[in-house]
């Protein structure tokens, strides 16, 4: 995520989509949804929720 982050810094993008299940299988969920909210912060972000994620 921290890879992806760093590499749409250097290579601008239009917007992102998102594809779901965000966090159930991330050694580190609260690490990963931080770095979420920063991306929807400075980029248009389309985030679908995933068959893993609560309601």
């Known amino acids: 995520m ?7 810094e250097a290579h601008p993008v239009d917007g992102i989509i998102c594809m779901g299940d965000y966090v ?3 050694p580190y969920p ?4 931080n770095l979420l909210y920063k991306m929807r912060e400075k980029h248009d972000c389309c985030m679908l ?3 893993r994620e609560a309601e």
């Open 2 to 8: 921290e890879a992806f982050l760093e590499y749409i």
């Open 24 to 26: 159930t299988d991330s």
């Open 30 to 33: 609260e690490r990963t949804m």
């Open 49 to 51: 929720r995933g068959n």
